[in-house]
């Protein structure tokens, strides 16, 4: 690009910072470089000069000063997913329409990147564009280890009204997990707060969460609310059971912390488990007995919302991932056996 242009900010990539809206359209270009443009007057809108965080409307104009030839807006997907990769997260995708894309999230691939996690669902979203001209934005994650229902939105206006609707009480998010023992009573709400343990390591790779009684919530820095409603679904005497958990808030780690919490971690978490992880004995360890999964048996199985632009309700629902499928065909659980949303007073429909 060797001269001055101007582009128009695009319906739907309003009400943004001037730097992200910059990198996604120039990603070569460093944000250093953006904030120098910025502060030389050599990116302007609507011939106004502006700060890097300056949010944009539809329709103004931005000034671009002469950029490298590399820097050019990508007018194609991104290079270096391979076609296995590329396969395999479309195969993972469970619903589409023209405003947003369902996976059912395999365990172990991260949602977002890191230092050490070159390869993960932003990353590879880059292979879900189908006929659309981005690539979809993640509007919500799953950790590395948890499978089930992640949407992404096919654009920025979706982005924003599903992240509004995610937050809505109306949305339901329930999932699955095998948990060490049989909670008692078999359905009940757990209110610990959770804090962050110091000394979680760097880039949060070892960030775990202690559990608080929610007496010490409010004399403890950091501290915050949290809330998770359980039922058990089903139970192999008193060594294991299947439970269906709802996140009434959204905490890091909250699930596993707070099964664990209650004496009840999830089998598969080494991180809330601990060492009855590796019990192969009399105990329900990681593979109680020696045939199951090590692997976390957490599963996002449910998400139910109101489409933000059709209006319809969406239940979409995510199979079991191969570890999970294979220990609920050991211990003979069914999953048309149970209902899809034990807690509501209108029990009606099954899984």
């Known amino acids: ?8 900010v695009a319906p739907g990539d309003g ?8 990198r996604r359209q120039f990603p070569q270009i460093s944000q250093g470089r953006i904030e120098r443009m910025c502060r030389k007057g050599e990116i302007r809108v609507d011939g106004k000069r502006v700060k890097p965080a300056t949010r944009l409307t539809e329709g103004q104009t931005v000034r ?10 990508l007018a194609v997907p991104r290079p270096g997913i391979s076609d296995a990769d590329a396969g395999m997260i479309r195969a993972a995708v469970i619903y589409r329409d023209d405003h947003l894309i369902v996976l059912n999230k395999p365990p172990g691939l991260p949602s977002q990147g890191g230092s050490r996690q070159p390869r993960h669902v932003d990353g590879l979203s880059e292979a879900l564009r189908f006929d659309a001209g981005e690539k979809p934005r993640l509007v919500h994650r799953l950790d590395k280890d948890t499978s089930g229902v992640l949407v992404l939105a096919r654009s920025r206006t979706v982005a924003a009204a599903l992240s509004t609707a995610l937050q809505s009480r109306e949305t339901r998010k329930i999932y699955w997990a095998a948990v060490a023992g049989l909670p008692q009573p078999r359905m009940g709400t757990i209110r610990f707060g959770l804090v962050k343990a110091p000394g979680h390591g760097q880039a949060g790779g070892a960030e775990k969460m202690l559990c608080l009684h929610p007496d010490q919530i409010k004399t403890t820095p950091g501290a915050k609310h949290a809330t998770t409603d359980y039922a058990v679904l089903s139970h192999l005497g008193g060594r294991a059971s299947w439970v269906a958990l709802v996140p009434v808030t959204g905490r890091t780690h909250q699930l596993r912390a707070h099964m664990a919490g209650i004496g009840h971690p999830i089998i598969g978490d080494g991180k809330y488990g601990g060492s009855g992880q590796e019990n192969q004995g009399d105990g329900w360890g990681g593979r109680l007995g020696g045939e199951f999964s090590c692997r976390l048996h957490l599963h996002a199985r449910l998400l139910s919302l109101t489409h933000p632009l059709m209006g319809i309700r969406l239940s979409l629902t995510a199979p079991l991932p191969p570890h999970m499928a294979h220990t609920w065909d050991l211990v003979e659980w069914s999953v048309g056996d149970v209902l899809a949303d034990p807690f509501p007073d209108d029990k009606t429909g099954r899984a």
């Not at 690009?1 to 128009?8: A, D, K, N, R, T």
């Open 1 to 8: 690009m060797s001269g001055v242009e101007h582009y128009q």
């Open 15 to 22: 009400d943004q910072r001037l730097d992200r809206w910059f």
């Open 64 to 73: 671009i000063p002469p950029l490298p030839d590399a820097a050019a807006p």
